[in-house]
Nanobody, 131 residues
Framework: VQLQASGGGLVQAGDSLTLSCAFS????????MGWFRQAPGKDREFVAV????????TYADSVKGRFTISRDNAKNTVYLQMSSLKPEDTAVYYC?????????????????????????WGQGTQVTVSS
């Protein structure tokens, strides 16, 4: 399984940006996919997760209403649409796959919020939001 995150960049506060995560190998289309982020000097934190079909999503409170996670399994891609960006959104963003969620219809929030649940990670893409 390989994950490739892209789409990061330098934007101003209030702007929008869409990240992409292309996945290949295995049967990644059957698993939950998550986005995490890590700011300098801070732990990696959960951002959003989507189940295998795209029918169920969960967000961190800090991004709820501003970020939208989606997926197109036909294109082997997961997206993170970010709007109303704030300087505190500045971080390296990572996509990840939890391969122990084969076609699970619902998201276990306790599990999904933990980076330890995900066994494949992309390389990260930098998002910088200037004030």
């Amino acid at each position: 399984v390989q994950l490739q995150a892209s789409g990061g960049g330098l934007v101003q506060a209030g702007d929008s940006l869409t990240l992409s995560c292309a996945f290949s190998g295995g049967t990644v289309a059957n698993y939950h996919m998550g986005w995490f982020r890590q700011a300098p000097g801070k732990d990696r934190e959960f951002v959003a997760v989507i189940n295998w079909s795209g029918g169920s999503t969960t967000y961190a409170d800090s991004v709820k209403g501003r970020f939208t996670i989606s997926r197109d399994n036909a294109k082997n891609t997961v997206y993170l649409q970010m709007s109303s960006l704030k300087p505190e959104d500045t971080a390296v963003y990572y996509c990840a796959a939890d391969t122990r969620t084969f076609q699970a219809p619902f998201i276990d929030r306790i599990r999904a919020y933990s980076s330890a649940a995900y066994d494949f990670w992309g390389q990260g893409t930098q998002v910088t939001v200037s004030s």
